[in-house]
C-alpha cells in the first residue's frame, strides 16, 4: 500500500527558510521512473508544481520559484525535503507531496498534505 | 509555461445529470514519444487530489466507468455520465508532457 505524508512547521515568520518532509511508504524511490514532486494549493486555489525528484537523483525545479527551492532525498529512499528560502505571505499554502512515474507525471498517489502560514 | 484552461469554472448539476469539463492547453500535449500526458484529477472538499484518468483517456484503477476522458493535442474532455453525490468537489486537468508540469484553474462541480 502506498502511503505519503508530509511534515512541516506549521507556521513560520516571513524571511524565513521552509523546510518540509515527505515521508513514504509502499515503494521506493530508487524505482527505475519513480518521481516525487512537490505541490502547493493555497486556500481556495488552484495546485502548483513546486519541484521534484527522480529515482536517480535528477532534480527539477518550477523556473518562476528556482532559485528558492531546493529538493533533495535521504540515502534510504524513504524521504523526500523541500526547502523554500526567504518566504513570504504569499507561500501560505497547503503542501502536497505526490508520487508519478517519469515521463508523464501522473500523480497518482498523494499525501494528506500539511498547511504552512506565513505570518509575522 | 503551457496554460491549462478549464471551462466552466463552475458546473451545477442534478444526481444523474451528465455534464463535461473542457480543458484546453496552450501547446499542444502530444509527447515526442507519442504518448499525450493529460491527466484528470478530483478534489473532494477537505480532501487530496485524486487520479481518476490518466493518459487522456485511460481510467485509474478503482474510478467508477461513469468517468471518461477524450480528446488530443490542444483540447480535451472529462465526462460524467451520470452524477452522482460523491462526485462533487473541483476538478482539475494536469498536464506532464512539458516542464514545468501544470494544473488547470479547476472546475467546482456543485449540486443544483
Known amino acids: 500500500q502506498v502511503t505519503l505524508k508530509e511534515s512541516g512547521p506549521g507556521m513560520l515568520q516571513p524571511s524565513k527558510t521552509l523546510s518540509l518532509t515527505c515521508s513514504f511508504s509502499g515503494f521506493s524511490l530508487s524505482t527505475s521512473g519513480m518521481v516525487v514532486s512537490w505541490i502547493r494549493q493555497p486556500s481556495g486555489k488552484s495546485l502548483e508544481w513546486l519541484a521534484a525528484i527522480d529515482w536517480d537523483g535528477d532534480k527539477y525545479y518550477n523556473p518562476s520559484l528556482k532559485s528558492r527551492l531546493t529538493v533533495s532525498k535521504d540515502t534510504s529512499n524513504t524521504q523526500v525535503f523541500l526547502k523554500i528560502t526567504s518566504v513570504d505571505i504569499a507561500d501560505t499554502a497547503t503542501y502536497y507531496c505526490?508520487?508519478?512515474?517519469?515521463?508523464?507525471?501522473?500523480?497518482?498517489?498523494w499525501g494528506q498534505g500539511t498547511l504552512v502560514t506565513v505570518s509575522s | 509555461d503551457v496554460v491549462l484552461t478549464q471551462t466552466p469554472p463552475t458546473l451545477s448539476a442534478t444526481i444523474g445529470q451528465s455534464v463535461s469539463i473542457s480543458c484546453r492547453s496552450s501547446?499542444?500535449?502530444?509527447?515526442?514519444?507519442?504518448?499525450?500526458?493529460l491527466h484528470w484529477l478530483l478534489q473532494r472538499p477537505g480532501q487530496s487530489p485524486q487520479l481518476l484518468i490518466y493518459?487522456?483517456?485511460r481510467l485509474e484503477s478503482g474510478v467508477p466507468n461513469r468517468f471518461s476522458g477524450s480528446g488530443s493535442g490542444t483540447d480535451f474532455t472529462l465526462k460524467i455520465s451520470g452524477v452522482e453525490a460523491e462526485d462533487l468537489g473541483v476538478y482539475y486537468c494536469v498536464q506532464g508532457t512539458h516542464a514545468p508540469w501544470t494544473f488547470g484553474g479547476g472546475t467546482k462541480l456543485e449540486l443544483k
Open positions: 501547446q499542444s500535449l502530444l509527447h515526442s514519444n507519442g504518448n499525450t500526458y
Open positions: 505526490a508520487r508519478s512515474w517519469y515521463p508523464g507525471l501522473e500523480f497518482a498517489y
Open positions: 493518459l487522456v483517456s
